[in-house]
């Protein structure tokens, strides 16, 4: 009898020891694996292409690549009103366009005179965007991201088959603005890089003549030539 109380208790000791061991005791269960992270949402080309159009200003060189010919210049932009300033055979050209007040300036630096021209129309800056404001976004193909000059970069091509004009641009992603334009029109490519872009409000006299400059108003010279009867 005492032997069958020994051997019972015995083995409830057994099975104690193993239900400590089930319950963990100094054993931990193995952490779940954290979740991966959800990648990131790819930029839609028109939430890109809309960043800048709405910057209070802008100013950047530029150098336009044709065939036969390279021109190098500066712009200005805000709002309506652009500033051109570009250089040829060594004479310096300045070009002024309002489009508030609908009126033009082109400027001679060197000789100090200027030639005043109407509008029509209010005319909208053709700074690096021109390329793609109100563009057919169906045309354009997103090919890579890419670092260009160091700027974070989308490269987009755009073709226009109606036209025969095709293009690549490297657009900014800071800004929605192309840095290199590739345009080839009728098998003729002209290559325009856009350098140096600073974005932010400009003073107001970068839109205006300076005091000593002689304007000659085309319109009221026109008027004054007597018509053929």
Known sequence: MRNKVVQCLALSLIAFGVLLGGCGGDKKEAASPAPAAAPAKEESLANLLDKGKNAPGMTYDYVMTGKDMQMNGKMWIAGKKIRNEVTVQNMKMVSIIDGEAKVAYNYNADQKM???????????????????????????????????????????????????????????????LPMRVENEVNDEKMVIEYKNLQVGPLPPETFTLPADVKVTDLGQMMQQIPKQP
């Open 114 to 176: 200027a030639m005043k021209v109407s509008l029509d129309k209010a005319k909208v800056a053709d700074g690096p965007d021109h390329f793609t404001r109100d563009a057919d976004l169906t045309r354009f193909k997103v090919l890579e991201s890419t670092v260009y000059e160091g700027v974070k970069c989308k490269v987009v091509t755009r073709d226009d088959p109606e036209n025969k004009i095709k293009a690549k641009m490297w657009i900014r992603e800071d800004y929605g």
